[in-house]
């Protein structure tokens, strides 16, 4: 069978390295791949992991029979749900599982709901709001910065794991407040 590995990173140089080895694996692509998966799989970086239409097209001309999704952008973006409507078979959570991920507010939303233990959080969409909070909370805590999807009343908290900066390390509060909030 034809794989096709959606990712760039170390997770996916292990699911490369790991598919290789698998005795159903006929050929295995990479989009985008990077030098290290090339020791296994033929990496197209032509096709952005973000382009879902691509993506298939890609899937479907390579007579792909399964195609392995890493990142979070690709899922929450909905690749794995475009790939099932064309008949193509994927590994990785639909758009709205992989919410859970891609929405810090939207899992956190989940986790109340549902009463699944978890850090207390607020979201603010004022800055002044949020420093009055900050002021107000005792050390540790973290923040954690997101954008709004459009006029959407989602939000979107995808930094590639990247995207908490944690108040322990600031000597004061101030710091981790500009830090989120530039020019505040």
């Known amino acids: 069978m034809n794989i096709l590995l959606i990712g760039s990173g170390g997770r996916d140089h292990a699911l490369a390295w790991k598919l290789s080895q698998s005795k159903h694996t006929d050929?295995?692509?990479?989009?985008?791949?990077?030098?290290?998966?090339?020791?296994?799989?033929e990496c197209i970086s032509s096709v952005s992991v973000e382009d879902n239409d691509a993506i298939v097209a890609l899937a479907k001309e390579k007579n792909i029979?399964?195609?392995?999704?890493?990142?979070?952008?690709?899922?929450?973006n909905g690749v794995v749900d475009a790939l099932t409507a064309a008949g193509i078979k994927a590994f990785g959570p639909t758009k709205d599982a992989a919410e859970?991920?891609?929405s810090k507010v939207y899992a956190k939303v989940v986790m109340r709901r549902y009463k699944i233990p978890t850090a207390r959080s607020e979201v603010f969409g004022d800055p002044s709001r949020a420093h009055a909070s900050v002021r107000q909370m005792r050390q540790p805590f973290?923040?954690?910065?997101?954008?709004?999807?459009?006029k959407s009343r989602r939000y979107r908290g995808i930094h590639g794991r990247r995207g908490s900066l944690h108040a322990d390390v600031y000597r004061r509060r101030d710091d981790c407040r500009h830090a989120r909030f530039p020019g505040s």
Request: aromatic share 8%.
């Open 142 to 150: 973290a923040i954690k910065s997101f954008r709004r999807r459009g």
């Open 27 to 41: 050929k295995l692509y990479a989009v985008p791949g990077n030098p290290g998966i090339a020791n296994f799989a």
């Open 100 to 102: 859970l991920e891609g």
């Open 65 to 76: 029979g399964l195609v392995v999704v890493g990142p979070e952008v690709p899922l929450v």
